[in-house]
């Protein structure tokens, strides 16, 4: 039986460092961040296009609105964000590129690639923050072995299964007769 | 006196008030010596149950000693060690007598309040919302508790608090979900939610033999419970929920399917657990039904749900045909704690269970707030609280 060792008035119990829930919850606010934009570039990618000085690239602004949407979904839907988080980055260093590319003196709308370029550079940094985070969480903490003795049962479950079969289910609360399985009849 | 105060979403305070007073002969004041924080406590402290008011004393998870009665109590007496069933009941009315204790007629005292929401009222709980009476709860020194001859469990052998503190709720509440799914030996039932609940009815279960049970949550250390308990886990931010459970019942789905969770369901990733947050911080929906859906969805045809977590208003995208067209059966409502108390604490002498095999925290009532916090953020490794007051 578990053998209590705490006080009261005390809280010492550890188990480390969490559960790495503030890499998921990061990750989720890149996934929606992300969806976002992809949707505005999807929608408008002219508008972008015109407003960064590259009118030409309107279709490559719009095959990167759906990189975004699937590299969102992605993070939101799958039971580990880690790959896309980090597949977030990789998009964010082809948009740093393509802005690059860009920054050309005779760009009239030079500051606007500036300003974006910055905003691209706040957002990488998130997105390697956030990768780093969920990479170091890895497999989570160790737990301590005692939660895996907690059974509360004097005996192994499987010695107790059925301990309290003596128990008789009220009328109330029975499966009706026609929903029994036909074994017990 | 100290109590814990509900203030607001996320603001529980210490606070200082008025010792309890008899206010009708059958009340007794009772001193309390440990009280426990509960996961429905956590909805009040996430602000999702409604008609809470700033002021209010939490709790309904507590025990302790007589110290005074009033003059119409006969069966207790100062001194008297008892167990507080977190329902207040009459134990006279038509639902008491049947043993419907959830849902007596009488002690709701804001009884026309409930009717109006609910379309009837149901029992006075301590220390949760007015819609339940708005009675001042048990996480502080005293308490006052009416109808003192007919709720409170009498604690004669020698047992420690924290053996027989969980009669008031947790334990039964597991205990009558798995009942109520009237489980056979070739059954396999299915726990959403491995929180102090999820962990009763897992041997609930097991002690009523069940062939399997599964146990489903996303903490590793509730899942690393569940296995002591003597179910199978699952993961859902590792699985898929759905396969899973298929593939343990080979493509059949699980006969019982058990909702601990309730209306602040988490789910990775999944379309509609996105759908709920979104809804419900918009205010178009109250409570958020993942789990109510997968099980629907998952269940056996003609297999039973149970559910006792916690739902406070109006639910979304509810897949009632499956409901239908599967004929299964729902049982739910809150626990009718005396009608299993009695046998509850003979298991318990009969060392069946140790019902403190879950506490993870033990404070003190000032650490009280920082532990709701602790609690509800799943930190530390925090399963279940006991708070001495």
Redesign the interface.
Known sequence: ??E?T??????E???GD??G?GGDTMARGLGWFSIALGAAELIAPGTLARALGIPEKEGLIRAYGVREIATGVAI??????TPWVWGRVAGDVLDIATLMGALDADNPRKRNVEIALAAVAGATALDVMCGRKLSSEGG?PS??LE????????R???E??????D?E??R?????EP???Y??G | MKALVWHGKHDVRVDTVPDPVIEDPKDAIVKVTTAAICGSDLHLYDGFVLGMKSGDILGHEFMGEVVETGSAVKKLKKGDRVVVPFTIICGECEQCRRGNYSVCETTNRNKETADKVFGHTTAGLYGYTHLTGGYPGGQAQYVRVPYADVGPVKIENGFTDEQVLFLGDIFPTGWQAAVQCDIQPEDTVAIWGAGPVGQFCIRSAVLLGARQVISIDRVPERLAMARAGGAITIDIRKESVVERLNDLTRGKGPEKCIDAVGLEAHATGSVDAAYDRVKQATMMESDRPHVLREMIYVCRPAGTLSIPGVYGGLIDKVPFGALMQKGLTVRTGQTHVNRWTDDLLRRIEEKQIDPTFVITHRVGIDDGPQMYKTFRDKLDGCIKVTVRP
């Open positions: 039986m578990y209590q705490l006080e009261y008035g005390s809280i119990y550890q188990t969490g559960r829930e939101l839907k799958s039971e580990d964000p989570g737990l301590p939660y895996f003795e907690r059974s509360g049962l004097p192994s479950p499987e107790m299964r059925g301990a309290a079969r128990f289910v009220p109330d609360m029975r499966t009706p929903l029994r399985p074994t017990t």
